[in-house]
């Protein structure tokens, strides 16, 4: 097995030779400051929590986004609008279960980038990149895009925006008009928005 300091110098190589074919070099995010919401929105209401980021690594190299990669811990998935603990534990759990996320057999969730490209024209404060990347939900794998709003500076990187997913394109069903017909008022809308403020260290 490979002690610590044999390991690290591995990593290291592994960086330089990254850094030497692409010019590009992964900075890691900061997990602690970075922030990720979630909202799903229904017939009759709407529910709203977080869910935590695992890792994360961008690169920003001559203030461009070139290539980015997140891992969301879908453990964390908690429920922020319930305040009885009962039913906040209730929606949580079922969220974790196999009509919604499976959590014990897909513990992860991954977006990576594909391209980036700057929006011309944005406003100083309004989304000034569009993003085009896969997302990985329950193994299963699909193109998104979205707009965020990017401030890159000489060591660090911030970008918040929203995504919009549909559910069902991955293979997340549950009281959805799509498939199940007479839902009424029990009816879950297909698409939730995740709303992200990411943050390098």
């Known amino acids: 097995m490979l002690n610590k300091r044999m390991l690290l110098t591995l990593i290291a190589l592994t960086m330089l030779i990254v850094v030497a074919q692409t010019g590009y070099a992964l900075t890691p995010i ?16 709407q529910h709203n929590g977080t ?31 319930i305040e009885d603990p009962k039913w906040n534990k209730k929606l949580e759990g079922h ?4 009509d919604f996320f ?3 057999n897909h513990p992860e969730a991954v ?8 929006i011309k024209g944005a406003q100083e404060t309004a989304p ?3 993003f085009v990347g ?11 895009s979205f707009d965020a709003f990017v401030d890159i500076q000489k060591n660090t990187a911030r970008a918040s925006g929203e995504i919009i ?22 009816a879950i809308y297909d698409e939730f928005e995740i709303t992200f403020d990411v943050v390098t260290n």
């Open 134 to 144: 896969d997302l990985t939900i329950k193994g299963i794998t699909h193109a998104v």
């Open 165 to 186: 997913v549909d559910r069902t394109k991955y293979g997340i069903k549950y009281k959805s008009g799509k498939f199940f017909d007479a839902l009424g008022d029990k």
């Open 30 to 45: 900061d997990i602690k400051k970075s922030q990720v919401l979630w909202l799903g929105t229904k017939v009759t209401g």
């Open 102 to 104: 499976g959590v014990n």
């Open 51 to 81: 869910i935590q980021l695992k890792s994360g690594e961008v690169d920003f190299t001559n203030k461009k986004v070139n290539s980015a990669r997140f891992v969301f811990d879908m453990a964390t998935i908690k429920v922020l609008d």
């Open 95 to 98: 969220l974790k279960d196999e």
């Open 111 to 118: 977006f990576e980038l594909s391209s980036a490209s700057p």
């Open 128 to 130: 000034n990149w569009r």
